[in-house]
């Protein structure tokens, strides 16, 4: 590459990690059973909804900290708001969460490269704990800085958290790279002047995208691969 790259800054979820479907099932089961305790009468499937839309708006930030995260799914379920339960819930979250999710082939040895010649950054659309599935998964140290978008309040494509990114790693946007799997990130990063590599491992890869036929800068299968283009 010819051009003078200071930074790379990379998404998380079906980029550098994805989630374990078969554990994010017994999960569910087992959040179903606490709950069935007390008298839920939902579904696996219908809870997986629940907390899919629940881990939408936390990613937003529109939750402080677990307690309220774990009333709004109770709220939504008719269940009474019960501290003990809460708890519960909170307790089994901190056992189980990390567990699901895994890194892709090789993520810590293109990591370890990338660190010798440029800052990186991660920028993940995620809920609060993601943090904690970070150290869990001992990426953390990799990065300059940690850009999560439930502790900024905004999602990407929104232009805040890439600015953001920048302004914490002491980045401009002309010197920099985005790395995702996901288009409408990449379109995002593309209006404040990011470069963009779309990695093609992914199921949304053109999920919330505004223009399905975007052309990334550069574009790789794997994640394994970025290291032949960087």
Known sequence: MTMVVKGILIDLGDTLMFIDEKK??????????????????????????HLGNLYYGSSKGEFKNYD??????????????????????????????????????????VLVGLQRKYKLVLVSN????????????????????????????????????????????????HECIFVADEISDLEGARMVGLRTLLVRQGSHTTHEATDPDFKPDFECNRISEITTIL
């Open 126 to 173: 995620c809920s609060l704990g993601m943090l904690e599935v970070v150290r869990a998964l001992g990426i953390d140290a990799f990065f300059e800085a940690i850009i999560l978008s439930y502790q900024v309040g905004v999602r990407k494509p929104d232009k805040r958290i890439y600015f953001e990114a920048l302004q914490k790693a002491t980045l401009q946007a």
């Open 24 to 49: 994010n099932r017994k999960y569910v089961e087992g959040l179903l059973s606490i709950l069935n305790k007390y008298g839920s009468t939902c579904s696996v499937d219908d809870l997986a909804v």
């Open 68 to 109: 309220e995260y774990w009333k709004s799914l109770l709220t939504k379920l008719k269940l009474p708001c019960e501290l003990h339960l809460v708890k519960e819930l909170e307790k089994f979250w901190v056992k189980n969460y990390a567990t699901l999710f895994k890194l892709y082939d090789r993520v810590v040895p």
